[in-house]
């Protein structure tokens, strides 16, 4: 895993979880999700995905593996008895060639520094028809309408400072290559748009919190780094103040979602 621009503590085990819910339409809307059989979630943080997971997926043995020990210990403080977790490096999975019935990465590939090896890891697991199921992000879609300037310096150097660490903050583009290469067949590849509209009033305000929660929660790494100062993240608490006043103001967002099964081999 790569350093984690967010910070670790109680306040980002709660703005995931947050984070998670608010988002649950977007990421889950089109999702195959299996009804049984055996489900590994890459990288499943703290527990966040994962209840959502089991929450559609009911009939289905979950299993989390996550490399932060803070992050796994959070998770098995949320998860209960719904699914086993396992604190190990995603690229070395400890389990057989072809035991899963599918494999799900949420918001996880940016922050690894090798995503190929994690799909194809995933790949190996996943037995013959299984499918890997992947929503992550295309940090350059992000965008205010009109433009917030300080808000855009800062996700510039947001997005900096997380590939500096060895992420990817733009893997999203390159998820569907990368199955590819590792011998998958891809079945799907679609656009996942997250819109924060003045036409939807309570969504907005919904959706523009979390952009805030977002953008200030790398703010001591950001500055731990050097990448900003302390004035900047007071411009940047301005625009959003700026934001939240003007109800005209829009946000767009833009992830990618690939679906696929191993290749024949």
Known sequence: MTDYIHCFGTDEEQRLWEQAEILSEE????????????GLEL??????????????????????????????????????DFARLIQTDATRLPMPDRSVD?????????RVPDAAAVVADALRVLRPGGTLVCTEVVNDTFAFRPEM????????????????????????RRIAEIARDAGAEVLDVRDVAVVASPAEPQRRTVLIDYVAD?????????????????????????????????????WEYHAMQIVARPGSQ
């Not at 994962?50 to 098995?76: F, M, N």
């Not at 599918?102 to 940016?110: D, H, P």
């Not at 800062?154 to 590939?163: A, D, I, L, P």
């Not at 006043?245 to 829009?250: A, F, G, L, R, V």
């Open 214 to 250: 977002l953008l200030t929660s790398g703010a001591r790494t950001m500055i731990a780094a050097g990448a900003v100062d302390r004035s900047e993240l007071g411009a940047l608490e301005e625009d959003l103040d700026w934001v939240r006043s003007d109800p005209t103001i829009e």
């Open 27 to 38: 990421v889950f809307e089109h999702l195959p999700l299996i009804e049984k059989g055996r």
């Open 102 to 110: 599918q494999a799900i990465t949420i918001w996880v590939l940016e």
């Open 43 to 80: 990288g499943c943080g703290v527990g966040a995905e994962l209840a959502q997971i089991q929450r559609r997926c009911t009939q289905v043995k979950l299993l989390g593996v996550e490399l932060s020990p803070t992050h796994t210990a959070a998770a098995q403080r949320r998860v209960g």
């Open 149 to 172: 300037t300080a808000v855009s310096e800062w996700w510039k150097r947001f997005n900096q400072v997380q590939s500096d660490g060895g992420g990817d903050p733009f893997v999203g």
